[in-house]
């Protein structure tokens, strides 16, 4: 493994590498928690658990510090989202000057972490869905899927400040650098924009007669309901979803297979509702409210939500659920490790940060 940092330097700028091994003398400090915990285990290894999580950033923090540390690290500055912008925009321009007839682009929606409102700071993920001209029907998508994305790649790839990084059976994968050193990576989701040629019923009705695989080419089709939905939410609640979103990224290993962690979305979905049960405060307390949403994880098992935003009527056989408010078939429960999840979140919330708080304490400040 290459490091870029010497530990000397990481001492120096604790504000870049917030995780601390207890044992090494002068301290090693680490940017994710699952490095910190590689290391303990590879450095440490002698019957200890490596999976200490005292030391963790957020847990000895009080309630002031948590607002500051939002504030300052969680919360996307200025310059970041101006480079955001910039990045996106810029490959906005290519595919709508560069590509050709055969892939050009009715109208490019800008989906995921940004498009959404919800990015943390230097951890965001932006998803490009690409609305194509000459693809009229998700039956067409389906049978060009394949082709489109390699002609998507071929002139993607001539350009130098973007790097494709692979594709999946939905999207093209690609890196872009700009000038301030940022990288990004965007997902590129070839569609075909069906809520503007029939209704939500007749599209629903459509999915319906389709099977679980054909069903997920509606997905991208159906982002402009999923941005609609979470980036109307009030500005305290995208700073909650954003906390939210950064414990998950830095306080868990990486997903591999079984263990499988939750993505974005369903976390947003899940604080959403939390928040809505609450009585959708505007102004609440962060770490009340950050209390409410890791309690209704450890209590996986019983979730049963779904918004009649959409939709009235859904499908799901699951014990559990959160339904996708833009897709009836979609529990964004399904796939991932909850089990995993829940046992370390009872974890955390025995950390100091939450001392003092209870499930019957509500979200508002005393």
Not at 49 to 56: K, L, R
Not at 134 to 152: A, C, F, G, N, Y
Request: glycine content about 4%; hydrophobic content about 35%; aromatic content about 12%.
């Amino acid at each position: 493994m290459v490091r870029t940092y010497s530990f000397e330097y990481r001492r120096q700028h604790p504000e870049m590498f917030l995780h601390f091994c207890t044992e090494c003398k002068p301290q090693r400090r680490f940017k994710k928690f699952s490095d910190k915990n590689m290391h303990f285990e590879m450095k440490h290894g002698n019957g200890k658990h490596a999976d200490d999580i005292s030391n963790y950033i957020l847990s000895s923090m009080t309630a002031s510090d948590l607002q500051t540390f939002v504030t300052n690290e969680i919360e996307p500055d200025t310059a970041f989202n101006s480079c955001c912008k910039e990045a996106v925009n810029f490959l906005c321009q290519v595919m709508k000057e560069n590509f050709p007839e055969t892939l050009r682009p009715s109208e490019i929606k800008k989906s995921g972490s940004l498009g959404k409102g919800t990015a943390v700071n230097e951890k965001s993920d932006a998803d490009l869905v690409v609305f194509l001209v000459r693809l009229q029907t998700i039956p067409k998508l389906r049978r060009e899927m394949l082709s489109v994305k390699e002609e998507m790649i071929c002139y993607l790839g001539k350009e130098k400040n973007i790097t494709v990084e692979g594709t999946t059976p939905y999207a093209v994968k690609v890196c872009l650098s700009c000038d301030s050193g940022h990288s990004h990576d965007v997902d590129i989701l070839p569609s075909v924009d069906i809520l503007k040629k029939k209704t939500k019923e007749e599209i629903y009705r459509e999915m319906d007669s389709k099977s679980e695989k054909y069903r997920k080419f509606y997905s991208a089709a159906l982002a402009p309901l999923q941005i609609s939905f979470v980036s109307s939410r009030p500005p305290k609640l995208k700073t909650l979803i954003r906390l939210v979103k950064y414990w998950r990224k830095t306080f868990f290993e990486e997903s591999t297979g079984s263990q499988r962690l939750p993505t974005s979305y369903p976390l947003e979905l899940i604080t959403i509702g939390e928040w809505e049960d609450a009585g959708s405060p505007e102004n609440f307390d962060l770490r009340k409210g950050f209390y409410h949403v890791l309690r209704a994880i450890t209590n996986y098992t019983k979730l049963k939500r779904a918004w009649k935003t959409n939709y009235d009527d859904f499908k799901c056989n699951n014990q559990f659920y959160v339904m996708d408010p833009a897709n009836p078939f979609n529990n964004v429960m399904e796939k991932c490790n909850w089990k995993k999840v829940a046992r370390k979140t009872r974890k955390f919330l025995n950390q100091p940060l939450f001392f003092g708080l209870s499930s019957f304490e509500g979200w508002l400040k005393n």
